[in-house]
């Protein structure tokens, strides 16, 4: 077996990497890796933390930082003996940069992966984050905006608005502008019908959708969406989803998914609303450095 390791190079890698995650759901329907529209649109700020393995020529896993000392290990489960190999790499490449507390982010029920993270002294924390699916035979619902509100698409003069309302809803900071935006729109998964906003009667921004579908499979995650804190409860969000959900049909989707769903009361509530039903937990992992 000719393994090899190396770390990810975003100009040669890039497309190396979507094809990979692409076929690796096409193959195996499993949900525990990332879908290719979650690191198309974080490759462009990955860090040397990326690291790429190989059998022979093929790659057949990665480890993917999300944040500092934040990671996922994602390999292919006919190569699952390198996941031990992987978290031990992560563990020595964190270890020689940093102090603190590793955590990996596994699925629930990946009882394979977890013993090899207990093995290598991990403990299991909390739920991080869940996973939703929409069964895309569910009907639509028929929700209504309240007077005074409609739904546009989004168009290159709204970068600078929309940044400001979704650093105010999911409170980043000053990074988050308009040049993200701008990236974004110019990701394969990008659709200008499929990004979505509720404003007022006097054009202000209020709420936010996108639908970010993968040309080649189909594939398709609702990120980021948010309303406004001054015009939560109003119906507003759920309202924008659904047309969300009609003008997706055109694209025929295979999949719809929420990738990082919060886990809060009022957030639960909007996906089961709006047919998010199906759910899966994300398990932080953790380990002392």
């Known amino acids: 077996m000719n393994v090899s390791s190396r770390a990810y190079n975003n100009e040669l890698d890039h497309s190396r990497v979507l094809t990979f995650l692409r076929d690796l759901y096409t193959e195996t329907g499993g949900l525990e890796n990332w879908l290719p529209t979650r690191f198309e649109n974080n490759s462009r700020s990955m860090d040397p933390g990326v690291h790429l393995w190989f059998y022979d020529e093929a790659l057949v896993g990665l480890v993917v930082p999300d944040s500092l000392l934040l ?8 190569y699952i003996g390198l996941y031990s190999e992987m978290v031990t790499w992560l563990t020595d490449y964190s270890r020689s940069n940093w102090e603190g507390t590793l ?20 403990t299991r924390d909390r739920v991080s984050g869940i996973f939703r699916v929409r069964d895309l035979d569910s009907p639509i619902p028929d929700f209504k905006l309240p007077e005074g509100f409609r739904i546009r698409s989004v168009t290159p003069d709204d970068f600078d608005e929309l940044a400001l309302c979704i650093r105010q809803v999911f409170g980043h900071g000053e990074w988050f502008n ?3 935006l701008e990236e974004n729109a110019s990701a394969s998964f990008y659709h200008p019908d499929l990004d979505l906003v509720v404003v007022d009667e006097d054009g202000k921004i209020v709420s936010f959708c996108t639908f970010r579908l993968d040309p080649p499979t189909g594939l398709t995650e609702l990120e980021p969406m948010g309303t406004l804190a001054e015009y939560r409860n109003k ?3 759920r309202a924008l989803i659904c047309e969300g959900f009609r003008r997706l049909q055109k694209y025929d989707p295979s999949m719809l998914f929420i990738g990082e769903a919060a886990n809060t009361p009022p957030a639960n509530r909007l996906y089961e609303l709006t047919g998010f039903t199906e759910r899966y937990d994300m398990i932080q992992w953790m380990k002392a450095l």
């Open 178 to 180: 308009r040049e993200i």
């Open 103 to 122: 955590k990996i982010i596994e699925m629930d029920g990946e009882t394979e992966r977890e013993k090899v993270l207990q093995e290598h002294g991990f």
């Open 71 to 78: 990671y996922y290990v994602m390999v292919h489960p006919r």
């Open 235 to 237: 119906g507003i969000g």
